[in-house]
Every structure is written in C-alpha cells, then in structure tokens.
C-alpha cells in the first residue's frame, strides 16, 4: 500500500511538472516577448521615417522616367527599322523604280531619317542620297549576306556624333541588287524633360552616344552658371558608368523576387550635393515588349540615363522623438498588463494548485488561502469548504457571506478585457489619429514635375503611334497606286497588317463607298466619300462612333489618281490602351477634344466624362481652347485625399494634331513613397502590430485558461455543495488540469470517507 501511494505521488509529481510546459506561462511570456519587440520596432522604425536626404518617391520616379526614355527608343528604333524593310519589300513587289524615285517616295511619307541613300552591292556606287551624308564608308557590303548582316548597328562620325544606321535590300529581276540605307541620330522621340533635367544614351562600356538637356558651357552665363554645367556633365558621365555596370546584370537578378513592371534592368542613383541641390539618376536598359523576346532595338546594348538636380530639404518629416515616446508609452502599459496578468490571473492560479496538492497530500491544518478575483476565488472557496469536509464537516455548509461574496467578484475574464483595453489604449490612436498624413503632406514640386512631364511624353508617344499609323497608310495608298486586282491589293494590306499589330482592319474603299479589299476584321460602316457625313475625307484620323463599347479610331489615306478612292485603316483600341500601360502614373485616359474617354490603361467606359476637376485641367490644357498649348500639373486637396495630376494636349506636327486629344493621369500621393506617408503607414503598422498581438495572446488565454477555468470553478463549487458522483476529468496537462486532478482525488477521499462512515452518497442520479 505504501508503494502505491509513493507511485501515485510520483505520478502526480511528474504530471504537476508537465504542466509547467503549457497552461498559463506561455501566453503571457509571448506577449512580453511581442511588447518589447515592438516597443523596439517602434522605437526604431518611427525613428527613421522621413529621415533620407531625397524621398523614396523622388528616386523611384527618375527610375520610371529612364524606362519611358527607354520604351521610347527601343520603339522608335524599331519602328524605323520595321518601316524602312516594309517600305523595300512593297518596291521590290511592284515594278522597278529609280534610286532617286524610292528616295524621294520616303521623304515625302516619312521624316524621321537624317539622311538616305541607296548604293550598289556589287560594286560599292553611290546612287542616289537625301539629306545629311550617310557614312557608307563605314559598311562592309561583302557581310550582308551574312547572318544579322543587314541588323541595325552604329557608327560614331569623326565630329564625335554617332549614327545609328538601318539598312533595306531593293531587288528586282533583271538588276543589280541595291542597298537602301537610312541614318538617324540616338536622339530622344518626344521626350519631355522640363527644367533642370537631362538624359544620355550609353553603350555596354558607359561612353555617353547622345545626350539631351545640358548646354554648352559656352552657351552660359555666368561663372557660376558654367561651373554648375561642367558638375552636372561630370555627374552625368559618373552615373553612366555606374549604370553601365550595373545593367550587365540579369534582369531577374537586378529586382527583387516578385516585382513587376519593366522588364529590362532600371534603378535609380543618388548623386552628390552642390549649392543645396542633389543629384539623382534614373538608369534602363532598351529591353522587348514581351518577356523574352529580343528586337533590333535591344541588340544594339543601350542604356538610358536620366539625371535631375533636386532641392534637399534640411528640415526633417520627425526626428526619432516620437518613436521614442510611442515605444516608452508601449512599454510602460505593456509592463501593467503583464504585471495584471501576473497578479490577477497567473499568481492566483499557481496558489491554487499548490493548495491543492496540499490538500491531496493529506496536509488538512492550515485553512486554504483564497485568491481575492475571478474564478480563482470560486475554486479556493470551494477547496477551503472540502478541507472543512475532510476533517468532517458536512456537505453543504458554508460561510453566510460567500454567496453574495462570490457574485460580487469580478471574473477572469473581466480581467482579460481590462488588460486588452490598456493594450488598446495605445494601439488605437497609433492607428487612427497619430501622424495622419493628408492634412499636413508636403508633396515634393519634383514630383508634380515629373507627373506633368512623363505626361507630356506618354502623350506625344501615342500621337506619334498614331502619325506612324496614317504614315503607313499614304505609304500603302501610294504602293497600289494603279493596282485594281484585288488580290493584288489584299496582299499588299495583308503585308502590312502582319508587319504592324496597331490596325484591327485594313481595307480599300472606292469613292461609292464599296469595299474593294480588306485584309482583318470586319469594317466600320462609313459614309460615301465626299459626303457631309464623311469625317475621314475632311480628317486624315478620326473616330467613327459617337457610342458604344469601344471607340472605332481610323485613319485615311487617299490613292492618287483613283478619283476618291482611299485606304483605311482602322486602329485597335488595345494598340492605343498597351501605350498608356507606365507604371508611377496611376490613371491614365486619352480623351478627345469634347472630354469623352478613348482609351485608358485600367478599366473604364467608352466616351464616358471625367471627375470634374480632371476635366477643367484637360480643359485648360487644350490647345483648342487657346488658353494653354502647355502640359500641366497640379495637386489636389480636399475630402478624398491628397491627388496628383497631369494633363498634357497633342503638341507637334503629323496627322494626328488635328484631333485635339488630351492625356490626362493621376493618382493618390498616399500610394508614393513621400516621408509624411512613409511615417503614417509605419504608425499604422505599429497599431495593427500591438492590436494583433493583443488579440493572438489575450485571445489564446482566454481558451486555454479563463474557459477551463470558469468551467472548473462551476465543478468545484458542485463538489463542495455535495456532489460525489460526477468524475472531474483534465482535459490538458497544465494548471487548470493539475487542479482539476487535485479536486479529483479530493472527491475520491470524500467519497470513501462516506462509505466508511456508512452514509449514502448525495449528487446527481
């Protein structure tokens, strides 16, 4: 008998040490743990905010506004090169022409080249040129035949200019193979750079090709003037270097994991200071518009440099005082909740389970110490009352002011929420008052510049898209010129559309208005040439709806010498929507000179109208209504938020001037990284980070200990009122468990002192 009992207390023994391992300690250790590293996170974190010398959003914009010179050049190159083959291959399908008729044909259709000419494989004779002196010196006409022989490539002329030529073969049957050859410079295509902004072309080794934005430092004024122009070229050639480094790298090795947007290698360099101005660079590489996929363009080994002089602001968004008060805060209510749970909830309970074991041990001379809250005053009520028993008393009786005792008490649970409102208490106004940012932002100007101008640049990239368009329309229109089979038409449309993904359709109308040939989609129905209804024959482009779901955008060239007839070619609307798709400049819509939107880069509605104050901006940005020819930028701030906005009209020459079109973006200040939002969304966090770990820990304390422990205390008030039937089983290992197998061998003792003493048992049948 006595070994089993010595096996029982070690039983015991061992399961009181299990307990240890969960139950109560771990919730209130983990939410320790979590307060101060908060209180750290705080500390630090709000500390730091607003502290860099130039704003996140300030870099991060050069960045998008290299890839915008890049997405420009690597379309611009080949969009020639693309133009300058087709236009061969339609020659060399029709009878043959003279070198000075094919030179004068693309001067009159296209003027993006510097200087033609057509020269003579065999023998290396000039032909026929245009414009400035093409170096033909410089091509080995014994490679064309090779692979990639007739690829674009560069040539750096002795002024030190460089050419970047693209080549075209003209062969007829009967005659000596001909070499067409176009030169241009690496300049950028519409490319806005405002004040104080320039932008260079590099090649794989950093050498500066071409470059815009810097003058002369003849061209200045003052010796303070030159001075900061020969910083700003050493700046220049100093980013160019470090971004020809840095661009050899892989472009998935070059972001990080997950990110978007531009395919190739970009990133953005922080330069030195000078007169209270900083230098800031954004570099790109000339990549494809797919993943993957290579073009001329990106054969040749280009990189983008963009480079501006910003104004350092020495005053600071908050210095680390505020961190420093928010983590003192946390933890001094951080330390009175723990030192509540402590206290209130833990203490209690551990008393309660060493009184216990005393009372199974036999220990039956010293009266209970019952803790003063909650369920554990219950449950040490009860257990004073079953040592009362033990030494005979009967079942049942019990002090007279207990009861009222122990529904005035306040329960577990109550102290739980008391610990969770201290802990919101700071969490709340972290998340809903402190550091709020709208009412107070600065939006730095260099951001409204740069929405204003990368504005003006998307809006000058989709005018030329569409000058481009109606360019390879007089092209075509000229090509048939006699031809009236019209399979011989449909080849020559068909040839086109595949060469260039802008149109949806393409077809030749006769002055009737009959379809003669199409090549795509079926046509928009359109009026007889000459009519009063007929937009096109008055308008080169033009929409052809005034409703529906998406806008029907056209452009018309007329065939000479066909009375009337003409080529038309309808554009997709998704050719026009993938030019606005830029990232940094929120949303985007083209509208047209009546303010209904064409085209957009998220979702929206056919000829639906903007936001009013959108509208008044595009409204007083169009060149139409003769107050501003001029691309804008402006800030709004009012009840929802903190907006920028850029509006930019259809500025320059080409067929597509006439329409009146306006670009217009914009986008919540709050989603860029400026210091005030930075701080905000830091304070932010660090509430939801306290809410959360006031929820996770409160919350796992109240399942694993306050239920079981009201649950326990409604048993332990059974037994003692005389219930020796019903089993009190633990269901984990922990305190509450060790108590409960305490109150267990206690109902045990009490039962076989019954039986011993000849009484029947009372409790539930």
């Not at 003027?111 to 170096?135: C, D, F, H, Y």
């Not at 809250?373 to 028993?389: C, D, M, P, T």
């Amino acid at each position: 008998m006595a070994a089993s009992s010595v096996k029982r207390r070690h039983k015991v023994r061992r399961r009181a040490d299990m307990s240890l391992l969960g139950g109560i300690r771990p919730p209130i250790a983990v939410l320790s743990a979590l307060l101060l590293s908060l209180a750290g996170i705080t500390a630090l974190g709000l500390g730091r905010a607003g502290q860099d010398p130039v704003p996140a959003a300030v870099l991060t914009s050069q960045q998008h506004f290299a890839e915008d010179g890049a997405v420009a050049m690597r379309a611009s190159i080949d969009e020639s090169a693309t133009d300058l083959t087709r236009t061969a291959g339609l020659f060399n399908a029709g009878e043959p022409v003279s070198p000075d008729a094919v030179l004068d044909k693309i001067g009159s259709v296209y003027q993006k080249w510097m200087g033609t000419a057509v020269v003579e494989i065999k023998s290396g004779r000039m032909l026929a040129a245009r414009g400035e002196n093409v170096p033909v010196t410089a091509v080995d006409t014994s490679k064309l035949a090779e692979k990639d022989g007739l690829s674009p490539r560069m040539v750096r002329l002795q002024n030190g200019e460089t050419r970047l030529l693209a080549f075209a073969l003209l062969s007829w049957p009967d005659r000596p193979q001909q070499l067409l050859i176009a030169s241009s410079s690496l300049r950028f295509p519409g490319i806005s750079l405002g004040q104080f902004r320039s932008i260079a072309v590099i090649d794989s080794e950093g050498r500066i090709l071409s470059s815009d934005g810097i003058p002369e430092p003849e061209q200045v004024l003052t010796d303070l003037q030159r001075e900061g122009v020969k910083r700003s070229n050493k700046q220049l050639k100093a980013f160019s270097k470090i971004a020809a480094v840095k661009s050899a790298e892989h472009p998935l090795k070059a972001k990080e994991p997950g990110s978007g947007g531009f395919l190739g290698v970009s990133g953005s360099l922080l330069g030195d200071s000078f007169e209270g101005d900083r230098s800031i660079a954004g570099y790109a590489t000339l990549t494809g518009p797919e993943p993957g996929e290579g073009t001329v363009a990106t054969a040749l080994g280009l990189t983008v440099v963009s480079m501006v002089d910003v104004a350092v602001d020495p005053t600071k968004v908050a210095g680390p005082f505020f961190g420093l008060l928010a983590a003192a805060a946390l933890l001094l209510i951080g330390a009175l909740a723990v030192a509540l749970l402590l206290g209130t909830v833990q203490r209690p309970l551990l008393k309660l389970f060493l009184e216990s074991r005393r009372l199974t041990r036999g220990d039956l001379t010293r009266p209970v110490t019952v803790p003063r809250y909650g369920e554990a005053a219950r449950i040490g009520q009860a257990l004073e009352r079953l040592r009362r028993q033990l030494l005979g008393e009967p079942a049942g009786a019990t002090d007279a002011s207990s009861g009222t005792s122990r529904r005035r008490r306040v329960g577990t649970r109550g102290l739980v929420v008391v610990c969770g409102v201290l802990l919101l208490a700071w969490s709340a106004p972290m998340l809903l008052l402190f550091n709020r940012a709208d009412s107070t932002v600065a939006v730095p100007e260099q951001i409204i510049s740069d929405q204003r101008e990368r504005t003006d640049t998307l809006s000058d990239r989709v005018r030329r898209a569409l000058n481009e368009g109606h360019a390879d329309l007089v092209s075509v229109s000229a090509l048939i010129g006699n031809r009236t089979s019209p399979d011989d038409m449909k080849k020559v449309l068909e040839r086109t559309r595949t060469e260039h993904v802008r149109y949806r359709s393409l077809y030749v109308r006769s002055a009737e208005g009959t379809v003669l040939a199409r090549a795509g989609e079926s046509p928009h129905s359109l009026p007889v040439s000459g009519s009063g209804d007929d937009k096109l024959s008055a308008q080169s482009i033009s929409v052809l709806n005034e409703s529906g779901k998406e806008p029907v955008i056209a452009g018309y060239a007329e065939i000479p010498g066909r009375d009337g007839a003409a080529v038309i070619g309808e554009f997709r609307i998704d050719f026009i929507n993938s030019l606005l798709k830029r990232p940094g400049l929120g949303q985007i819509r083209v509208i047209d000179d009546e303010g209904r939107v064409l085209g957009g880069n998220t979702g929206y509605l056919a000829f639906q109208s903007l936001p009013k104050r959108l509208d008044e901006l595009a409204t007083g940005t169009n060149q139409k209504t003769g107050l501003s020819a001029r691309a804008s930028g402006v800030m709004y701030r009012d009840g929802d938020g903190v907006q920028v906005a850029g509006a930019a009209p259809f500025v320059g020459g080409g067929a597509a001037k006439k329409l009146g079109w306006t670009v217009v973006s914009w986008q919540p200040a709050a989603g860029l990284a400026i210091p005030e939002y930075s701080l905000q969304n830091r304070t932010v966090l660090a509430g939801l980070l306290g809410v959360t770990a006031a929820a996770a820990c409160l919350g796992w304390l109240h399942i694993v200990v306050v239920r079981p422990l009201r649950e326990l205390a409604g048993k332990a008030e059974a037994l003692a009122d005389g219930d020796r039937r019903t089993v009190l089983f633990p269901h984990h290992h922990d305190e509450v468990g060790a108590v409960t197998r305490s109150l267990e061998l206690v109902r045990q003792q009490l039962q076989e002192q019954r039986r011993r003493d000849g009484a029947p048992l009372a409790g539930r049948n």
